[in-house]
């Protein structure tokens, strides 16, 4: 997931916030031009980064320099915007839309910076402040699409004649514009107004609630082990990274499991103990579901009910009606007429699976049906039964570093891109690396900073956001500062990070999502970042697909104590269990898309139970027993931490259309055709600044089939 532009879309997407701080907030009112003047000289934000390419300079940041320049920001922010509404010359798209383009500089500046360290490096301070601003900044969005006297102007260059004689990218970015003013309530009588705002900042600190509840539930759960007889079965690594955490921890001698990912799937795959195994899945899926403090059912419904009077209030039938109006799947009809193609074809493949991993529970003795806490563990007994392969004997192949270049060299046998790590850029924590990335000619094209290990300080998942988006300034390039951010396998003893398979497809994804952003080329910020949800998986998905092409392995994928390149053998193991599990994966993505759905299809305000809902939602569907929905409604961040993805889970498959019959381009001239490579790369390069349907015909001459995804999940 991307975070789109800071300061118009962001607002609306990043909840944050806390308590309001009185005291501070009545001395800030109280400095007088003395102490501000003293107080820019040492507050960052308030200058320009004199850094390497203007990033940011976390040797100096601290904590207390965000909240002051977010509120001058916002200041400033509006002092221009009612610059631009107080204009009395006839409104054009340069002195109105273009004009709108560049303001926010300083709030762009924070934002971007605050957003980033906040999801990978937070504390209490930063959420605090988050709490503090969330209201602000909902207010701040309103204030700017409620302005009666800039929409008029919006609105006159959007009627005007002289609309014909501008570029394709500025006719769009006024449709934008116009749009996103009339979604934003300009339309609406002053009661209606009013509503809305109160709608906007109920929702911006319910959103949040929910993610820092998830955060916490996330961190407070542990498994504590201390008898060996528990630990059968884990592998060496597993235990080395459990020892260390217990240690850390002041447990010498025990070990420590977390629910964390790279914590919680070995142990589910491997660990012998299936009661432990249910104690461990069972923490998982019971996030912010325990009727406590952290219990987020409330907030489920809550956020439902304010989305769905939002949605009424703009003449919307339902939130999904709302929130479709600005994708590429134009009403929810085509979400699930796409989402049921798959659901009949997968859960078929998804028995059959049940039926296999019973026979092995049988077959063993077991005298127990299969239960989700099972899965991971029989399917990977599975595996090795049915195709000799072993995670255990990947992982070897696959060491952090490795895979990375392997992403790398992708990218420059695609683009000619060049990757050259900077030991002189500041970071936010020792794990962070940052590289330059060159083009072809040696030209700079942006900043790419990773950082790949979990910690307490940061949000589960993985995700690609960035200091500063792509924009032009007095006719040059801004490059843009993009960052790549995950919860990977932790190096262990002595060995270095290796990640599982499924890893080592998340770096490809994530590093997808930052080619896209790196390679943007568009002339408006707000057209470059105009980027539509069910589109913007596509760049992320389709980088998947080479990850692990034979030819693309021999380039990274060698063993991280002898060199060797992996084995032909086991590349052909790999490629024969391509369509193993299929069912389950499929089966598990599209309950979540089916729940995300049905919770903003409610067509009237009632009294909802968050645990009844979910659950008719998913026997609507019929998701066997032994299948969880891969998100439960209580920790589904994707939809409720934020507004990006409401009503909009489902873009990962709706991307998946697209990737998959994008990457059959490349498959029919080539990995790294680059006259395909060329063509792919203006799709990316463009952002928002067209219609992504026709962005995408116009890459493959045709609309794309469902066929090629078909085909590669084994669904047909």
């Not at 820092?212 to 201390?226: C, G, H, P, V, Y």
């Not at 432990?276 to 579901?289: C, H, N, P």
């Not at 990947?394 to 490795?402: A, E, G, S, V």
Request: aromatic share 12%; hydrophobic share 40%; charged share 30%.
């Amino acid at each position: 997931m991307k975070r789109l532009a800071p300061l118009f879309v962001c607002l609306i997407i990043a909840a944050c916030a806390s308590v309001p701080q009185k005291d501070a907030q009545k001395k800030e009112a109280q400095k007088d031009v003395t102490t501000q003047a003293e107080e820019a000289t040492v507050n960052p934000f308030f200058q320009e980064f004199k850094t390497p390419f203007g990033s940011p300079p976390f040797d100096l940041i601290q904590d207390e320099h965000y909240l002051p320049a977010i509120e001058k920001g916002l200041v400033e922010g509006l002092k221009e915007i009612q610059t631009i509404a107080d204009k009395t010359e006839p409104a054009t798209f340069a002195n109105t839309v273009g004009t709108l383009d560049k303001i926010g500089v300083l709030l762009d500046r924070v934002l971007g910076v605050f957003y980033a360290v906040r999801a990978a490096h937070t504390n209490d301070k930063l959420e605090e402040i988050a709490k503090v601003v969330a209201p602000k900044l909902s207010a701040f969005q309103d204030d700017i699409t409620l302005n009666e006297k800039l929409f008029a102007r919006i609105k006159a260059v959007h009627e005007s004649e002289a609309r014909k004689n501008l570029s394709p990218e500025e006719n769009r970015l006024l449709d934008e514009w116009y749009k996103k003013f009339i979604r934003g309530g300009a339309m609406l009588d002053a009661p209606g107004k009013k509503r809305l705002r109160a709608i906007n900042e109920e929702l911006s600190l319910v959103n949040l609630a929910f993610g820092q509840n998830i955060l916490k539930e996330t961190n407070r759960f542990s498994l504590l082990l201390d008898k060996k007889e528990d630990l059968a079965g884990l592998p060496e690594r597993v235990l080395t990274t459990a020892a260390k955490a217990a240690e850390k921890d002041g447990h010498k001698g025990k070990w420590k499991f977390t629910i964390h990912k790279p914590s919680l799937l070995p142990f589910l795959q491997y660990a012998q103990q299936r009661a432990l195994r249910e104690k461990m899945f069972k923490a998982y899926v019971g996030q912010g579901d325990h009727g406590d403090d952290l219990d987020n059912k409330a907030n489920v419904v809550k956020i439902a009910l304010l989305r769905l009077e939002k949605a009424k209030l703009l003449g919307f039938s339902t939130y999904a009606h709302y929130a479709l109006d600005k994708r590429m799947a134009p009403d929810p009809e085509s979400v699930d007429k796409l989402l049921k193609q798959l659901w009949t074809p997968a859960l078929k493949v998804a028995k059959k699976e049940v039926k296999a991993l019973q026979a092995l529970i049988d077959a063993e003795g077991g005298k127990f049906k299969l239960q989700p806490w099972d899965w991971w563990f029989y399917a990977e007994k599975q595996r090795k039964a049915e195709f000799d392969l072993d995670e255990k004997e990947l992982r070897p192949y696959f060491k952090l570093d490795n895979v990375l270049k392997g992403a790398f060299d992708v990218a420059h046998k695609l683009y000619g891109l060049s990757f050259t790590e900077l030991k002189d850029i500041p970071v936010y924590h020792p794990d962070v690396r940052v590289f330059e990335v060159k083009e072809a000619d040696g030209s700079h094209l942006g900043v790419l900073y990773t950082d790949y290990f979990p910690r307490a300080s940061k949000r589960g998942g993985a995700w690609c956001g960035g200091f500063r988006d792509q924009s032009y300034e007095n006719g040059k390039r801004v490059a843009p500062l993009v960052t790549n951010t995950g919860n990977f396998s932790l190096p262990s003893g002595d060995k270095p990070a290796l990640l599982s398979l499924d890893e080592v497809l998340t770096l490809f994804h994530e590093f997808g999502h930052g080619l896209h952003f790196l390679l943007a080329d568009a002339k408006y910020k707000g057209s470059a970042n105009a980027i539509r949800t069910d589109f913007v998986e596509l760049p992320s998905q389709i980088m998947e697909n080479w990850a692990l092409e034979p030819e693309v392995l021999k380039l990274y994928a060698h063993h991280y104590e002898t060199g060797k390149l992996i084995p032909d053998a086991l590349v052909a193991k790999l490629e024969k269990s391509r369509y193993f599990n299929q069912g389950f994966e499929t089966v598990e993505y599209l309950a979540a898309s089916f729940l995300d759905m049905d919770w903003h299809l409610i067509k009237a305000k009632q009294e909802l139970d968050a645990k009844a809902f979910e659950t008719a939602s998913l026997a609507k569907i019929g998701l066997i027993p032994e299948i969880v929905s891969r998100y439960r409604s209580p920790y589904f961040r994707h939809v409720f931490a934020g507004n990006f993805y409401a009503a909009g889970y489902y873009s990962y498959i709706w991307a998946a259309v697209l990737d998959a019959d994008a990457f059959e381009a490349f498959k029919e001239k080539g990995l790294f055709d680059q006259e395909t490579a060329k063509a792919f790369r203006k799709l990316l390069s463009t952002g928002g600044a067209e219609d992504p349907m026709v962005l995408y015909k116009t890459f493959r001459g045709t609309e794309p089939s469902i066929e090629p995804l078909l085909k590669r999940r084994g669904l047909k």
